[in-house]
Nanobody
Framework: QLELVESGGASVQAGGSLRLSCTYS??????VAWFRQAPGKEREGVAA????????TYPDSVKGRFTISEDKAEKTVYLEMNNLKPEDTGVYYC???????????????????WGQGTQVTVSS
C-alpha cells in the first residue's frame, strides 16, 4: 500500500526558509508534486518532479524560491522554500501518480495518491 507522509511544516516570519519532507513507501511513481491549500482557496500546485529525468515544473508564483528534489536513498521528496511570503501560508501536501501528461503536472485533480499534509504559516 502506497503511503506518503509529509513533515517539516512550521510557523515562520516572512523572508524565512523551510524545508518540507515527504517520505514515501514502498516506492515512488514517476510523477510527484507538492500542492498547497490556503483556507477558502483551491488546492494549488507549487512544484512537480518527473523523476526519471529529474525534470521540474513550478508556477510563476514560486519560481526561483521553491525547489523540489528527491533523495532515493532516504525515500524522501523535499520542498525547499526560501524567501517565504505570507501568501505561501497553507497546508502543504505531496502527491504522486504513475501516468500524467505534461499539462497535468500541477493539476491536483490528476494525482491519485496523497499524503495528509503539513501546515506552513508565514507571518508578516
Amino acid at each position: 500500500q502506497l503511503e506518503l507522509v509529509e513533515s517539516g511544516g512550521a510557523s515562520v516570519q516572512a523572508g524565512g526558509s523551510l524545508r518540507l519532507s515527504c517520505t514515501y513507501s514502498p516506492y515512488l511513481y514517476n510523477y510527484v508534486a507538492w500542492f498547497r491549500q490556503a483556507p477558502g482557496k483551491e488546492r494549488e500546485g507549487v512544484a512537480a518532479l518527473f523523476t526519471p529525468h529529474s525534470a521540474t515544473t513550478y508556477p510563476d508564483s514560486v519560481k526561483g524560491r521553491f525547489t523540489i528534489s528527491e533523495d532515493k536513498a532516504e525515500k524522501t521528496v523535499y520542498l525547499e522554500m526560501n524567501n517565504l511570503k505570507p501568501e505561501d501560508t497553507g497546508v502543504y501536501y505531496c502527491a504522486e501518480d504513475p501516468y500524467l501528461s505534461r499539462s497535468e503536472y500541477l493539476d491536483s485533480a490528476a494525482y491519485k495518491f496523497w499524503g495528509q499534509g503539513t501546515q506552513v504559516t508565514v507571518s508578516s
